[in-house]
């Protein structure tokens, strides 16, 4: 029921406008049907997306190099690598802080297999130095007890960085230890008075919170006299404002007492841990990926690399990834073929049998499913073997002599056949489902008009039967480019496909962004296969039945 008002405006029965009401009901329509595909959304955006997402963020992300190198990477900004020459004093200062603090967090390791990566031997470098480093720390440690135990205290330290409401509310939790620890709270002015030193206290604390010490109370990292020496020898006057009175004395003399202290090369120090450090490309690899974002892992995936000239090509004997593309997308597809050549006489013998016969026949097409794709592989690397039953039939039938048996593992031709078996259900299941539904009265109907039986086939059922061909060879092919377990076992070098050394990048190199990099260039491959597809034959025609 509605009325109409003097001014000529429905209303509806309970008196709003019916404007109103009617695109009230419409949103609470649209919340409901909302709310009920809301879990099905979310469960794609979890499932799908997000991990898409996150695959394509880890093909670029480099922050390792930058969060545990931030010294060097300053100092490196200068530094050119076509000079043909290692870098200078001021940058192994830098590397000597940054490197005792990555010791101390065991972060070293994992930033020298990231840039081992890029330039083998990197790793075992930076292992091996990040003991070397502590020596360097632990050398400054004794010149700043010597000259005052005091240095030996962490509440010295904590003085020195930790604003005065940090210290008091660290102070209380001390006294009772109950409580949640309170955030470390940096002193105002001290980072850029003494800027290494605060770095390095800051990571410290954040590191003792985590495990929850109190770091007032932990034992000083080495790394701090080092990176105070730096300071001090750098900056001999910080900034009164910037310190705590009672240790301002503290610092003052040992300002005074690093003037007098022998000179020590870094550089030296860091060629006797290792001759590494004096290799240009050490420092030309650490230079190339150190900001937060990089395309190396792109760049790799596709067989070149960043150079100091810019982007090149790998080494001949390192490009492997695009004849691994090139092989994977023309196997997938061959392999493609087979299934269609095979399964779709196979489809219209099912589709045009008795119902009674073809169920019983789809039974044995549906058996692959119920055996372990394990097992079904290793029975075909049974088969297949040079001594194995297909050439032990064929040598008896005196088709193949017993001095020339046939070649079919650890090739193409075994990854073909196997994983064509495999697949095969997939072509026939759609191409079934669609032959069902074409009338057979259409093939009669076309020979009483005098098409031959090819005619009549070509002409009448070949057309309707293609949105199962497009649905089969969609399926198969992209199942066919992701597998890896059957090319591992009887593809041998040669059959293998880039899938293959994805997984071997995220279960045994611990390659993640050049896995991820590849997944997202494969990716993108098949959106790119699916968009001319629909272009040419197009997508609406694709049909399960």
């Known amino acids: 029921m509605s009325d109409t008002t003097d001014t000529g405006q429905m209303k509806a029965a309970d008196g709003t406008p019916l404007k109103k009401s009617l695109a009230r009901a419409l949103r609470r329509q649209k919340l409901r049907a909302l709310a009920l595909v809301a879990p099905l959304l979310v469960f794609v955006l979890v499932t799908f ?13 480099n922050q390792i190099v930058h969060d ?24 192994y200062r830098a590397v000597s802080v940054d490197l005792q603090a990555a010791a101390e967090l065991k972060l070293h390791t994992r930033l020298g297999s990231r ?30 007890t010597d000259l005052d135990p005091a240095w030996k205290d ?9 604003s005065d409401e940090w210290l008091a509310a660290d102070a209380a939790w001390a006294a009772d230890k109950s409580g949640k620890l309170p955030a470390f709270r940096m002193r105002d002015g001290v ?22 010490k109190d770091p007032a109370a932990a034992k000083p990292w080495p790394v701090f006299y080092d990176a105070l020496a730096q300071d001090l020898g750098a900056n001999p006057s910080p900034a009164p404002a910037a310190l705590p009175a009672a240790q301002a004395p503290l610092i003052a003399a040992a300002a005074t007492a690093v003037a007098g202290f022998e000179p020590f090369s870094y550089k030296d120090a860091f060629l006797k841990m290792d001759k590494g450090w004096g290799a240009v490309s050490t420092w030309e690899t650490i230079k190339i990926y150190s900001p937060a974002y990089t395309s190396g892992y792109f760049l790799n995936a596709v067989d070149l690399e960043k150079g100091p000239n810019g982007i090149q090509a790998r080494p001949a004997e390192e490009r492997i990834y695009i004849k691994l593309f090139a092989r994977t997308m023309w196997m997938s597809l061959f392999i493609t073929f087979c299934c269609l050549v095979i399964g779709y006489p196979v489809a219209w013998l099912l589709a045009n049998l008795r119902a009674s016969t073809a169920n019983v026949l789809m039974i044995l097409v549906l058996l692959p499913f119920w055996t372990s794709l394990l097992v079904r592989t290793s029975a075909w690397k049974v088969l297949l073997q040079q001594q194995g039953v297909i050439n032990d ?29 495999i697949l095969l259900p997939f072509m026939i299941l759609p191409l079934y489902s669609v032959m069902k539904t074409v009338p057979p009265t259409y093939l009669r109907a076309a020979k009483s008009l005098g098409a031959t039986p090819w005619t009549a086939f070509w002409r009448v059922y070949f057309p309707q039967s293609v949105p199962g061909i497009g649905a089969g060879s969609i399926l198969v092919f992209i199942l066919a480019i992701g597998y890896y377990i059957t090319p591992e ?22 390659n993640w962004g050049l896995a991820a990099a590849l997944g997202a260039i ?13 272009k040419i034959v197009g997508i609406d025609n694709v049909k399960l039945g």
């Open 49 to 61: 997306v997000a991990p898409i997402a996150d695959m394509l963020f880890r093909s670029v992300e």
């Open 68 to 91: 545990t190198l931030p010294n060097t990477v300053r100092a490196l900004k200068d530094w050119d690598a076509r000079s043909g020459e290692a870098p200078g004093e001021p940058v």
């Open 115 to 144: 840039l081992n990566y890029e330039n083998p031997g990197v790793s075992s470098l930076f292992r091996s130095s990040g003991r070397g480093a502590d020596k360097i720390g632990k050398d400054f440690q004794k010149r700043f």
């Open 154 to 162: 962490g509440e010295t330290w904590a003085a020195i960085f930790g």
């Open 191 to 212: 980072a850029e008075a003494l800027p290494l030193s605060a770095n390095a206290y800051r990571i410290f604390a954040k590191d003792a919170q985590d495990s929850g």
């Open 393 to 421: 039939i064929l040598v008896w039938l005196r088709i193949v002599d017993d001095g020339h048996r046939l070649v079919m593992i650890n090739n193409q031709m075994g990854t073909i056949i196997a994983m064509t078996h």
């Open 489 to 510: 076992l009887v593809g041998g070098t040669e059959g293998v496909f880039i899938s293959n050394r994805i997984a071997f990048h995220i279960s045994s190199s611990l």
């Open 522 to 534: 494969l990716l993108g491959v098949v959106l790119l296969l699916y968009y001319i597809y629909d």
